[in-house]
């Protein structure tokens, strides 16, 4: 069996490995990486363009990062949070632009308002306070807000035709929000590590087991799906593997992984690729979530551009399997149950029974009941154009809680061993759009000692300009970084 000897192994070509690679890359050009993928290509798994929903988050539109507090106040703390950290992946995306490491931003980005939707009183007035919170701050200084019908007609035409006109509405919006093709970005990452002599790319390889050697480094056998083994010896593994990053993780037996389960969630969208249909709508615009709904299942009617196809995407629409990955096994979830994640698994799923509701009820929808779903943002759409696709597999982090005995987690978490040399990725939201800080964490965590060095903090500082400082205290750097990001990236094109 062959065995390949590297400074770093990248498990799984998605969102996650690539930032990770490039970051590294820059950071270090000596190190020898290689990045193994159990699938033929790259970004086919929630990073394919339309496993996922693209949308840039920022906290403009979505409304689970702004809860109401119980005094009917916002909290908006999760909205400054979001947006700073879209805000660092933007600059090293614009920054990859201009030193011509990824194409002309259009393959990857496209400017796309961000707009909320609401009807009915209450609705209208939370969004209201919403916007008079946190538009005060500088994060959020341009949004706008309408309750008139006429200007929301302006900027969602097809949200509005054939709708109640006795029916109370409101919607915010932010001009300069965005559609990401993660899975355009993503290949364009590798397509740039592969320029590197030192790098190396395996298709059709999966991660079978790890296991610590002596010295501290990480065996990781690998089977090609075409037949043959290879052993890879590595000083650092990153579990970059989605939804299967736990599995990998608990085949590590790392300390830090005992506890940790999984809960996935599948989705479904209506698609409408229509071209008379799809050029009436330039925009993501969020709902609110139904009761029990987890926070990304809030409905949303977006524009979709990916891969010189432009499309109108509905949904999510959630499902229950028991696989981690879209292209997974259905004995995923029972092989992920050890003696140390029985608890909190059964813990979650004994207080999680609005969220089970919930998804019984999206599972057992009818294609007549998802049109009217669609129909409370597209009174006129018309059934013919609308096809039902399946979407990304998320799996949700369940942990370990003192109080509660398990808890059900929507964010994204990164775990690595104490010695630094195996990190995972667990979860799935907000995802994508914050793969920078994401991977930010995992440098932190597994290269603390290059992260203190002046060499590492200035091509970081140089890759992303906001780096070390906050953006959320200080308004000059963000309209600084705004204005480059904006306009390097093209984002500041609609008037
Ligand atoms: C329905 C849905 C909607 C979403 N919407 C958004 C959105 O609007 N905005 C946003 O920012 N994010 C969104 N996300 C989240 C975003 O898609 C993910 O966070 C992101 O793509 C995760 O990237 P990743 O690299 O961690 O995982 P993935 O893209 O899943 O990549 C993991 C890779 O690892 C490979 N792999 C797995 N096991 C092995 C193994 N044993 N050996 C080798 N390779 C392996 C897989 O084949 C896969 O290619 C959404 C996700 C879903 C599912």
């Known amino acids: 069996m062959a065995t390949k000897n590297v400074d770093v192994l990248l498990v799984g070509a998605g969102a996650m490995s690539s930032t990770l690679g490039v970051l590294l890359k820059h950071l270090d050009p000596s190190l020898t990486i290689s990045m193994v993928e159990r699938l033929e290509d790259v970004a086919q798994e929630s990073t394919s363009g339309w496993n996922n929903a693209g949308t840039g988050h920022a906290a403009y539109c979505e409304l689970n990062y702004t809860p109401q507090n119980p005094d009917g106040s916002i909290n908006a703390s999760k909205a400054y ?11 090293f995306w614009a920054h990859l632009v201009d030193e011509k490491a990824l194409p002309e931003p259009r393959y990857f980005i496209n400017p796309t308002p961000h707009v909320s939707f609401v009807w009915g ?12 919170a946190i538009s005060q701050h500088h994060m959020f200084v341009d949004m706008e807000y309408s309750e008139d019908p006429a200007v929301l007609s302006e900027w969602i035409p097809l949200v509005m035709e054939g709708r109640d006109p006795a029916q109370k509405v409101a919607g915010t919006r932010v001009k300069y929000g965005s559609d990401v093709n993660f899975a355009a970005l993503s290949r364009s990452m590798v397509g740039y590590l592969q320029s590197y002599d030192n790098f190396e790319l395996l298709l059709n390889q999966s991660v079978t087991g790890l296991k610590k050697t002596s010295d501290g480094r990480w065996l990781v056998s690998t089977k090609n799906n075409k037949g ?3 052993v890879f010896n590595a000083g650092f593994v990153f579990l970059g593997a989605g939804g299967a990053a736990l599995t990998l993780l608990q085949k590590s037996h790392i300390a830090e992984s005992q506890g940790y389960g999984g809960f996935p969630v599948s989705g479904q969208w209506l698609v409408c690729k229509r071209q008379d249909v799809v050029k009436h709508h330039l925009a993501k615009v969020y709902g609110k979530a139904s009761i029990g709904a987890p926070p990304m299942s809030v409905p949303h009617l977006d524009t979709r551009v990916i891969d010189g196809e432009n499309a109108l995407l509905f949904g999510p629409f959630a499902g229950f399997t028991t696989k981690f990955l879209k292209r997974g096994s259905f004995l995923d979830l029972f092989a992920s149950v050890r003696l140390n994640n029985l608890w909190p698994m059964l813990k979650v799923g004994l207080s999680s029974m609005e ?5 019984i009820t999206e599972v057992l929808q009818t294609r007549h009941s998802r049109m009217g779903a669609l129909r409370e943002y597209f009174p006129n759409a018309n059934e013919d154009d609308w096809e039902l696709a399946v979407a990304g597999q998320r799996v949700q982090i369940i942990k370990k809680d003192p109080k509660l005995g398990g808890k059900l987690e929507f964010g994204t978490e990164v775990v690595a061993a104490a010695d630094g040399s195996v990190a995972a990725l667990l979860g799935a939201s907000p995802g994508a759009s914050v793969t920078v800080p994401a991977m930010l964490q995992v440098l932190g965590k597994c290269f603390p000692k290059q992260m203190a060095s002046e060499g590492w903090k200035a091509k970081l500082k140089a890759m992303i300009p906001s780096y070390g400082e906050s953006l959320a205290d200080n308004p000059e750097l963000l309209k600084q970084v705004r204005q480059y990001t904006l306009s390097t990236l093209g984002l500041n094109k609609i008037s």
């Open 355 to 359: 969220l089970i509701r919930y998804l």
């Open 121 to 132: 009183d209450s609705n209208v007035a939370f969004l209201r306070k919403r916007f008079e």
């Open 228 to 230: 043959g083994n290879t």
């Open 81 to 91: 949070g979001i947006n700073e950290a879209f805000e660092q992946t933007l600059q």
